[in-house]
């Protein structure tokens, strides 16, 4: 198994694209540590059917990752790891001047800071085994901008500058780390702003699906969770030890426009 002996955690994964990567990485032949802040009996419920399912060792750890010290903690309590993906994250969507404070600061801390914090606490363990593999899940909304979410967006182009940064400490030190950058994903976070992309639009649900969210996706697609996760297990491999600093995108050609 390609990953066997590598402990991965991936932070906000019992739902959409993080629980998809973290099933791909078990699959793979990881252990993999589960993240909520919900700590609920489906959350433990979720790592005991990736374990059933791959044969791999899965935990659940609860964690808020709006929170610096439970980042941290979460590190710590799982023993540290070879493999972090960076994944939970939150929207809001409204005009700048209309942007509640209160929202504006909870993406941040957690789409942004969770992973500068995880990351901090993270490479230590990473640089004393000389092997070591940082994720983030970024956005094509890491590279590209839209109206409305501009806490989202900043956020995102935060975790592709982090990315770059964490690249240039780790490098020479068999560490990489490097961002992906989804396009729209049918998750729950996307369905979410169905309802109010209908209200800002005056538009029926198919129409915003097709000529809101995937007008920007020339293949007309959504990705799915499954190819986020193939990506990252591609970026744990052997063949992607130079690949460090960069994005990848998985958009359906979206940044190409
Ligand atoms: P989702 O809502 O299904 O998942 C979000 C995850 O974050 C959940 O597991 C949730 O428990 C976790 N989370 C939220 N707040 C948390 C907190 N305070 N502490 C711990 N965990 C917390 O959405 P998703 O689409 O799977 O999003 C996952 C990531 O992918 C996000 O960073 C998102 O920005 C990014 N992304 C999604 C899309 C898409 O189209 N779905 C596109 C590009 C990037």
């Known amino acids: ?39 609920t009996a489906e959350d433990h ?32 309590k799982a023993g ?4 972090l993906v960076n994944n939970a994250g939150i929207q809001h969507v409204a005009r700048i ?5 209160d929202k504006w600061d909870a993406v941040i801390a957690i789409n942004l800071s969770s992973a500068f914090h995880t990351t901090a606490a993270a490479l230590p363990g990473m640089y004393a085994k000389g092997w070591g ?4 899940i970024a956005s094509a909304h890491g590279l590209t901008a839209s109206p409305y979410k501009s806490a989202y967006i900043a956020a995102k182009h935060g975790v592709v500058g982090l990315s770059k940064t964490t690249a240039l400490e780790a490098a020479g030190k068999g560490v990489t780390c490097n ?6 994903v049918l998750t729950p976070i996307v369905e979410k702003q169905i309802p109010d992309q209908m209200k800002t639009h005056n538009m ?33 491999s052997d063949a992607a030890a130079q690949i460090t600093g960069t994005t990848i995108s998985v958009d359906g050609g979206w940044t190409a426009l």
Request: net charge negative; glycine share 10%.
């Open 133 to 136: 593999r940082v994720v983030n």
């Open 97 to 101: 001047e209309e942007f509640p404070v």
């Open 179 to 184: 961002a992906i950058c989804p396009g729209y």
């Open 1 to 39: 198994m390609q990953l066997a002996g590598k402990r991965a955690i991936v932070t906000g994964s019992n739902s959409g694209i993080g629980l998809g990567v973290a099933r791909e990485l078990a699959r793979a032949g990881a252990e993999v540590v589960i993240n909520s802040f919900s700590d």
């Open 204 to 236: 029926d649900r198919e129409t915003v699906i097709k000529e809101i969210m995937l007008s920007r996706q020339p293949s007309g697609e959504f990705a799915t969770v499954e190819q986020i996760g193939g990506t990252a297990v591609f970026l744990c």
């Open 45 to 76: 419920q979720i790592a005991a059917d990736i374990a059933r399912d791959t044969g791999a060792h899965v935990t659940y750890i609860q964690a808020d990752m709006s929170k610096a010290d439970q980042c941290r903690a979460l590190i710590e």
């Open 80 to 83: 540290g790891c070879d493999i």
